[in-house]
DNA sequence: ATTATCTATAGATCTATAGATAATGC
DNA sequence: ATTATCTATAGATCTATAGATAATGC
């Protein structure tokens, strides 16, 4: 295990050696890539300024990874992996309200991607993320969106079936009724990503709050 | 005028002849890098990519701008001017409610965004738009999420004084009046982006009855 | 012997300029 | 003469590979 601190490395020593980061290698070049990718975005990244950030030259690079898009794919799907297992969770759990259940991933959601150091979440919306190579990403993505979008039919459902105000439920006929519900998991969904970009510019707010009244709109969004 | 179609054009004809477009070769670049700039992103977008798909060669595209980020400056603005103009207007109007104006708003901006061809709204997002190049575009956005501030401040304040219904303002004690309208703004900002983001997803929806539906589930995260 | 790193570089770009060319205008 | 375009290209990258090197391990 110890290979990260203590006993001296195998290998040529690096040319510019730097107080141990206590990251393997990978990791390392996986830190530097998040900064990189979500201050310079990512075609505009080099491998050589991920390497040498990461402490090593440019060709070093490709002994642990392929390239840019390797570390970009990681990226992305250890952003939305949290997220997407804690709603599976929330939709097993049946004991709980629907509407407690989409709080509490409305919450997780924001929160996880706000603490973080970088603005991983603006990574979703790289234009290079539409290619094949992040297929993978873009499925989990979509599961996530779809766990959404149960938590908030079961809110309105039960919702409905409470108060019988289905003056809350807006114009929802009933023969648009998927249509309805594909709006709201829009907006929601829509929130909570322009959220996460917008607190970038506020990063002295404290995540734990703003993911909170994050979740709290939502669900006045979602009208229960 | 009649520069567009008609007559025969001077100088050099272009080597690649195509069925006038009827735009100035200035507008077709524009229109290029909207297109190019959305789909493959600003820095992986080159020159000769834009020029080409303008029906000219990549030096050609020098007479007529300095490079990309000109391009992008360009476009940048075009997308916010409109809506700030109407800010202006609405922020003036003090005969209508705050509450349906910050309403007409939120409509006209998501709208504007939703309509048009190419999701320039994403354009906001690049991380090039960071630079001092962009400081003006940046300055104008600011000013446009200011008047968004001003039209919830005084919803909220008219919802409040005429149903003494202070629950609807949630944890505003007073001391953290501002922080209260600083977050509803956030909010506000963030649902109208990041909605702007997601209709991409599904462009088939009606981008005027999405952009209504935007609007009420705006003033509903307000409290109004 | 194995490993992690290095240096060097071929090949493939991409940008922006220089200078030529083929139209119209007068 | 003026204009819009073209071709050609210098200079500056950037990626990914080849092969050398400097450690540790046995």
Sequence with gaps: MGTSSG??????????????????????????AAELFTTHGYAATTTRAVAERAGMRQA???????GKEELLAELLESTVTPSLAYAR?????????????????????????????HNLGALYLLPEVRAERFAAFRAVRAELKDAYRQLIAASVSASVSATASAATAG???????????ELRTDLVFGLIEGVILVHRSEPERPAREFASAT?????????V
């Design 7 to 32: 006993g001296r490395r195998v290998g040529r020593p690096r040319v510019v050696q730097r107080p141990d980061s206590g990251l393997e290698p990978r990791a390392e070049l996986l830190a530097a």
């Design 60 to 66: 070093s690079m490709y002994h642990y990874v392929s």
């Design 89 to 117: 969770e929330l939709l097993a759990d049946d004991a709980t309200p629907a509407a407690e259940r989409l709080r509490a991933l409305c919450r997780a959601d924001v929160e996880l991607l706000c603490a973080g150091p």
């Design 215 to 223: 979740a709290d709109a939502a669900l006045r969004i979602v009208g």
């Design 171 to 181: 114009a929802a006929g009933g023969a648009s009724a998927k249509g309805e519900l």
